[in-house]
């Protein structure tokens, strides 16, 4: 459909530079499919571009692989991690503002956000917003979920936070002008055809009935 959007997000980029959390190597990908990805996608109808956990490699690798095809992309950053080994400070999320990219918040710590206390929802959701405000000296009001968890109370709070976008690791198309915006998220052992294959042809009507399922359940637990 004609306002249906493709969300393709990257997390780290070539060789990490800081110990990886379990399971997060998954999302590591090698320079050269980062670049046969951009290559890829750049020739897509309605594509959005987005980068999560605040590895260094945004910077050093992804902003200049964006700048020579003429891309932008949101940068969801990790407060919590400002100036921690291989990962943005502040002054690094400032030069991808000016560079033209948009910087979101994916919280202070990297922890899921369905079931938070009260004390942690505080931390990641409105302490982490505007340390990295203050950071980039705009008005930050995109998020990504960490580890893609969600549920109707967390997306309701989000929703009286003022949170103008949210993005999700759900692996389905979007409404371009949807409050909610699911993701296709690179793995290390993804490839430009599969790709093409699962984003751009897409599911069979079954499958994208189940994927779309998958989402209602998430938003209405």
Known sequence: MSDDVINICFHGIGTPQRELELGEDRYWISEELYHAVLDEIRTWPSVRISFDDSNTSDLEIGLPGLLERGLTADFFVLAGRFGKPGSLDQADVRKLHAAGMTIGTHG??????RGMDAETSTDELVTAREQITEAVGVPVDRAAL???RYDRELLTKMRRLGYHRVFTSDRRRA???????PRYSLRT???VDGLRAEALVGPGALTRLKLEAVGVVKRLR
Request: aromatic residues 16%; proline residues 11%.
């Open 108 to 113: 202070m710590w990297h922890r899921p956000w």
């Open 146 to 148: 960490p580890l893609g």
């Open 175 to 181: 409404n371009s002008g949807s409050w909610l915006q």
């Open 189 to 191: 052992d993804d490839t």
